[in-house]
């Protein structure tokens, strides 16, 4: 149960996780009894069994539930808009939940939609360009992360992102005064620094 939990752990509601766990009990006993005498493998421990069975059937499961949370979360922002179609940060959160669904088009276009009404609505133009990089549109994940840090110049995560944008460019010497300014602004931003010492690598400097 612990195994197949872990991959849901932080998207899976308590019914999710009781039916996930209860899926994994049936198979993992079935995939260390019936299966290893079935196939005849080595393993006296039940690893593949227990956690090799127990991590696919969490991961799998992981999407039905998620998706049922997502389709949740998707339907109240939705009713929100439908009494506060002027509220930006709707639009911006629920930019966030088809994100984390997958759904970028449909990302992309609420966080247009959020900087419409608010264009220097900075978390959006930064999620905004998380987007876009996405789609390989580099330059315009650029012009994004420029007015993000031009609105909130003590955003760290815009610098991060800038520098990765840049980094992904070939631009290791900007890259690395991006990443400086997130370190700056955001002294425990692991990321940044971790990046930082790729950049350095890369000049030469380290």
Do not use: W
């Not at 006296?44 to 997502?70: M, N």
């Amino acid at each position: 149960g612990l195994v197949a939990i872990t991959p849901a752990s932080g998207s899976c509601g308590p019914l999710g996780a009781l039916a996930i766990g209860a899926a994994a009990g049936v198979l993992c006993f079935l995939a260390s009894s019936r299966l290893k005498r079935k196939l005849g493998y080595d393993d006296a421990l039940d690893v593949f069994g227990v956690h090799g069975v127990g991590g696919i059937v969490g991961a799998l499961l992981t999407g039905v539930f998620a998706a049922e949370q997502f389709d949740d979360a998707i339907a109240c922002f939705k009713r929100a808009l439908e009494l506060r179609p002027d509220l930006p940060e709707a639009h911006f959160n629920l930019g966030v939940v088809y994100k984390g669904a997958g759904r970028l088009d449909q990302a992309l276009a609420r966080y247009q939609h959020a900087l419409t009404l608010q264009p220097d609505f900075a978390a959006a133009l930064c999620n905004a360009s998380v987007v876009l990089k996405a789609f390989g549109k580099l330059r315009e994940s650029i012009d994004y992360l420029r007015r993000a840090i031009a609105a909130r110049p003590d955003l760290a995560d815009a610098h991060y992102n800038l520098g990765a944008v840049m980094l992904e460019l070939g631009d290791a010497d900007q890259a690395a005064d991006c990443f400086r300014a997130a370190a700056s602004a955001q002294p425990d931003h692991g990321e940044a620094l971790f990046h930082l010492g790729l950049a350095l690598q890369q000049l030469g400097l380290l």
